[in-house]
């Protein structure tokens, strides 16, 4: 198995863009998540959804973010616009059961915003 | 200003020696503990688990001991290798998320 996939790993973009992240996740996984990682505030969930559904998304910092996960192989996170304090490092996961499995990483996507 | 960042515990052993890495969680209603292992550049990796109903678990030359009453868990390396510097973290579960701590750089001298 490939494990979780991400793309792009790395992105540098300009304040106000916007910004997509994808990610596939491990087959068989009923379980995604999109984590952010900064030297500030550590390891941060910021949604997970359970057989393609958003299950808790309190962890997404603003309207500026959005995820969707259309089919069981394939996740977005986006955001719209991009500000500088978005700069960090974002991570996908995927487990099997729901949600309480062990979490498999990807390797993550660098975002920095200029 | 000066900005402010999260000031990882760190820890530097002697390879061969052990290493003992610990873990305060928060939620007493957790009850699924997961250590990881992240490298750099890397994504955070599995590296063992353990549930409320056990206090010690036993992986390749890793341990993992659970202390309920103090809300404490710490992971055991045995016979620390270089290919272990990296950052651990632990992360909680009380229902179907997953908490991470803030983590320890463990450092591994030749």
């Known amino acids: 198995d490939a494990g979780v996939i991400q793309s792009p790993r790395h992105e540098v973009t300009e304040m106000g863009q916007e910004v997509t992240l994808r990610c596939k996740p491990i087959?068989?996984?009923?379980?995604l998540f999109w984590y952010r990682q900064t030297m500030m505030r550590g390891l941060e969930l910021l949604i997970y959804?359970?057989?393609?559904?958003?299950?808790?998304d309190s962890g997404m910092p603003e309207d500026r973010f959005s995820a969707k996960m259309p089919n069981a192989s394939f996740s977005t996170l986006k955001i719209q616009p991009s500000e500088p304090r978005d700069s960090a490092v974002y991570f996908c996961?995927?487990?099997?059961?729901?949600?309480?499995?062990?979490?498999?990483f990807g390797p993550g996507t660098r975002l920095t915003v200029l | 200003g000066e900005s402010v960042g999260l000031h990882l515990p760190t820890l530097s052993v002697q390879e061969g020696d052990n290493s003992i890495i610990n873990c305060a969680y928060s939620?007493?209603?957790?009850?699924?503990f997961i250590w990881y292992k992240q490298e750099s550049g890397k994504g955070p990796q599995f590296i063992i688990d353990?549930?409320?109903?056990?206090d010690k678990r036993q992986g390749q030359r890793v341990t993992v001991l659970l202390n309920k009453t103090v809300k404490h868990l710490s992971l055991q390396i045995a016979a620390t290798q270089p290919g272990d510097s990296a950052v651990y973290f632990c992360?909680?579960?009380?229902?179907?998320?997953?908490?991470f701590g803030t983590g320890t750089s463990l450092t591994v001298i030749p």
């Open positions: 353990i549930r409320s109903n056990m």
């Open positions: 959804f359970n057989n393609n559904v958003p299950i808790d």
């Open positions: 939620n007493s209603a957790s009850d699924y």
């Open positions: 087959s068989g996984h009923n379980s």
């Open positions: 996961a995927s487990s099997f059961p729901r949600g309480r499995g062990t979490q498999y």
């Open positions: 992360a909680e579960s009380p229902g179907n998320q997953f908490y």
